[in-house]
């Protein structure tokens, strides 16, 4: 079974860092795409970054470039996020997925809660 | 950059056709991608590549892509399709999500 298990997620202060991880597992994770999607509460859903598959190439939305950083390890069939200087409009569940042939994701990771607050 | 507009909300009664509507410019030649996220639960693939099913979906889900509005059809709508629907493509090395549409099942 294709599974996706996000951690790292918590309170953090504003300012502060996190590394998000997502572990993958019943796939060649290393023969995939992957990336990252945000949803603040209460709203809709929000691209972050996208992986290839040996790390060489990321692209992130406009408004997060500099401040996150997506990588992967694919020795340890793990997605990452770290995420630096983080605001309260960073407060949001961070979902991995997988990106299948024509762009679409899945499946999708369960999520893992982000709470920037002082 | 790109944008996609969908209506907030769509109410269809129980075992009549719902659909959703997902409008961008010149969409017709791109490939839309569909998601329902039900109450607390992740967003699962339900149509890929403008009107493909993946394994699991019901028959009643089906997709269509013209000119500039894609739509997302369900058939004989059950109780369990209520939940938030998302288009999405991907743009220039992005992906754009549309805002949602809340499904509600009378």
């Known amino acids: 079974e294709v599974q996706l298990v996000e951690s790292g997620g918590g309170l953090v202060q504003p300012g502060g860092s996190l590394r998000l991880s997502c572990a993958a597992s019943?796939?060649?994770?290393?023969?995939?795409?992957m990336t990252w999607v945000r949803q603040a509460p209460g709203k809709g859903l929000e691209w972050v970054a996208n992986?290839?598959?040996?790390?060489?190439?990321?692209d992130y939305v406009d408004s997060l470039k500099g401040r996150f950083t997506i990588s992967r390890d694919n020795a340890k069939n793990s997605l990452y996020l770290q995420m630096n200087s983080l605001r309260a409009e960073d407060t949001a569940v961070y979902f991995c997925?997988?990106?299948?042939?024509?762009?679409?994701?899945?499946?999708w990771g369960q999520g893992t809660l982000v709470t920037v607050s002082s | 950059s790109y944008e996609l507009t969908q209506p907030l909300s769509v109410s269809v009664a129980l075992g009549q056709t719902a659909r959703v509507t997902c409008g961008g410019k010149?969409?017709?030649?791109?490939?839309v991608h569909w998601y329902h996220q039900r109450a607390g639960q992740a967003p699962v693939l339900v149509i890929y590549r403008d009107n493909n099913r993946p394994s699991g979906i019901p028959e009643r889900f089906s997709g269509s892509n013209s000119g500039n509005t894609a739509t997302l059809t369900i058939s004989s709508a059950q109780a369990g399709d209520e939940a938030d629907y998302y288009c999405?493509?991907?743009?220039?090395?992005?992906?754009?999500f549309g805002g949602g549409t809340k499904v509600t099942v009378l």
């Open positions: 992986i290839n598959q040996d790390g060489s190439d990321r």
């Open positions: 997925a997988r990106v299948m042939r024509d762009a679409e994701f899945d499946p």
């Open positions: 999405q493509v991907w743009d220039s090395s992005t992906w754009v």
């Open positions: 019943g796939f060649t994770f290393n023969t995939y795409r």
């Open positions: 010149n969409i017709g030649g791109k490939n």
